[in-house]
C-alpha cells in the first residue's frame, strides 16, 4: 500500500482506507463504508419515527366507529359522545392534511369545554378518546393554578404534565390531549370585572388564553414554578385539543332562568318555569351561562364546542355497574375467578348499590365506594374458604354488611 493510501482517512471517523473495506471519495473529503451504514441507519429510523407519528393522526376512524368505541366504556351521554366524536375526528384530520389545497384560509382548533353533575362521565370521556386515537393524554387540575408570580401552579405545569405522558417526546405530544378538570373553579365572582386583583380566578383564565388558542410556551421539564436558571422545553400547543371539564354547581339556576319565559300581568303562566333540576338541564347551555357563571368572553371564545352532560339516571347506574368492558362488576368477577369462584348479584344488590350512591350525589364515582366497603369482609376471608364454587351477594350484604350466600362444590365420593 502506498504512503498516499494510508494518508486517506474517513473524514467522519478518522479511519484509514486500510482499516475499512471501502472508502467514498468527494472533494477534499472521504468517508467510509462504515459512516455510511450507520448514516443509513438513522435516517432511516427518522423516517420511519416520522411516518409513525404521520399514521397515528391519519386514522381511519369516523365519527361513527369513534361513537362506537366510546360505547363500549360510557353509558348513555349520546349527545355528548357525538359531538366529541365529531370535534376529535375534525382536529386530528386539520393536523394531518395541513396544506390540503390551494386555499389560503387555516382551519382553527376547536377546543371543547363538557360541562354536568359530577361523576357524569366527563373525565372518562377524554381518557377513552385519548386511547383511541394513541394521543398523549394528562388531567390537570385548574385549582391549583394561579397567576404568573403567585403562590401555586403557572399554567404551563398543564404542559408539563403532557409533556412526561409523551415521554418527553416533544412532536408527540404537542399532538395530544389535555383534559383540564375542574375549569369552573377559576370562575370569577359575578358577571362584572373584579376591582381587585383575583389571582386564582380571572387571573388564570387571562393566564390560559394563549395557551388555548396556540403558542410556543416554554415549559419546566419537571413543573412547578419557572425561575430564571431553569432550563426549558418549548412546546406549540397550537394542535394540542384541550378539553375543559367541570361541574358549574349553580349553572343549572343560571340557565332555568333563561329559559323560563318572563311573561307579566294576569295572562302570567307560572307552569313555564323550567325546572333546574331537569336532568337535562347542562344539555341547554349557551355562551351567555358561562359569562353570568363567571368565564370572560375572551376564553370562552377559545372554546368553541359546549357540550352538556346528562345527569346519570338510576338504570343508567345499574348498566355502568355492568355493561361497558371495564365494568365494575366484571372487575369484581375476574378477582373472585382467580380464586375459583364465580361472583353474582343479585338484581337488588345492583339497585340498592345505585340508590346509595344517588343519596351521595356523587354520580358513577361513587359505586366503586360503596362496593369496596360491602366487598372488603368477603375478600378478606374467602382466600382462606375452601370448596366455595359460588358467591351471591345479596341486599342486605349491601345494605347492613350481612354474609354472602356461599355455594360449595359437591365433592365426589
Do not use: W
Request: charged share 30%.
Amino acid at each position: 500500500m502506498s504512503d498516499e493510501e494510508k494518508k486517506i482517512r474517513c473524514s467522519f471517523c478518522g479511519r484509514s482506507s486500510h482499516e475499512v473495506s471501502s472508502m467514498v471519495a468527494g472533494p477534499s473529503v472521504y468517508i467510509c463504508d462504515q459512516c455510511i451504514t450507520d448514516a443509513s441507519g438513522i435516517v432511516k429510523n427518522d423516517l420511519s419515527q416520522e411516518k409513525k407519528i404521520e399514521q397515528d393522526f391519519r386514522s381511519d376512524l369516523k365519527p361513527v366507529e369513534i361513537k362506537a368505541y366510546l360505547d363500549e366504556y360510557v353509558i348513555d351521554q349520546d349527545e355528548a359522545k357525538k359531538t366529541l366524536s365529531v370535534a376529535v375526528y375534525n382536529h386530528y384530520k386539520r393536523i394531518a392534511n395541513p396544506q390540503f389545497d390551494d386555499d389560503d384560509s387555516e382551519i382553527e382548533k376547536s377546543n371543547i369545554v363538557l360541562l354536568g353533575p359530577t361523576g357524569s362521565g366527563k373525565t372518562l370521556l377524554a381518557r377513552t378518546l385519548a386511547g383511541i386515537i394513541d394521543v398523549p393524554f394528562s388531567i390537570a387540575d385548574a385549582t391549583a393554578l394561579t397567576e404568573a408570580g403567585y403562590v401555586g401552579e403557572d399554567v404551563e405545569s398543564i404542559l408539563s404534565n403532557l409533556l412526561q405522558a409523551a415521554d418527553y417526546d416533544v412532536a408527540r405530544a404537542e399532538r395530544g390531549i389535555v383534559y383540564i378538570d375542574e375549569v369552573d373553579k377559576v370562575a370569577r365572582r359575578g358577571d362584572n370585572p373584579s376591582i381587585t386583583r383575583d389571582v386564582s380566578g380571572e387571573g388564570v383564565q387571562q393566564a390560559l388564553l394563549k395557551i388555548l388558542e396556540g403558542t410556543s410556551a416554554n415549559v419546566p421539564p419537571k413543573g412547578g414554578r419557572k425561575h430564571p436558571e431553569q432550563s426549558f422545553i418549548t412546546i406549540n400547543t397550537k394542535n394540542i385539543l384541550f378539553v375543559c371539564g367541570g361541574a358549574f354547581e349553580g349553572l343549572n339556576e343560571i340557565i332555568s332562568r333563561r329559559l323560563s319565559s318572563s311573561s307579566m300581568g294576569f295572562t302570567a303562566n307560572h307552569m313555564d318555569k323550567f325546572d333546574k333540576d331537569d336532568p337535562q338541564i347542562f344539555t341547554h347551555v349557551e355562551p351567555e351561562d358561562l359569562q353570568k357563571y363567571g368565564l370572560i368572553p375572551e376564553l370562552i371564545g377559545r372554546i368553541p364546542i359546549i357540550s352538556g352532560l346528562e345527569e346519570l339516571s338510576e338504570e343508567a347506574m345499574v348498566n355502568i355497574l355492568l355493561k361497558p368492558k371495564n365494568a365494575i362488576i366484571k372487575q369484581y368477577q375476574k378477582l373472585f375467578r382467580m380464586e375459583g369462584v364465580e361472583l353474582e348479584f343479585e338484581e337488588e344488590a345492583l339497585k340498592e348499590v345505585v340508590r346509595l350512591a344517588l343519596k351521595r350525589k356523587t354520580g358513577a364515582r361513587g359505586l366503586r365506594s360503596i362496593l369496596e366497603r360491602s366487598m372488603l369482609d368477603i375478600m378478606f376471608t374467602l382466600p382462606t374458604m375452601k370448596n366455595i364454587e359460588r358467591c351471591i351477594i345479596t341486599k342486605d350484604t349491601i345494605v347492613s354488611s350481612a354474609p354472602p350466600i356461599y355455594k360449595k362444590r359437591k365433592v365426589s365420593a
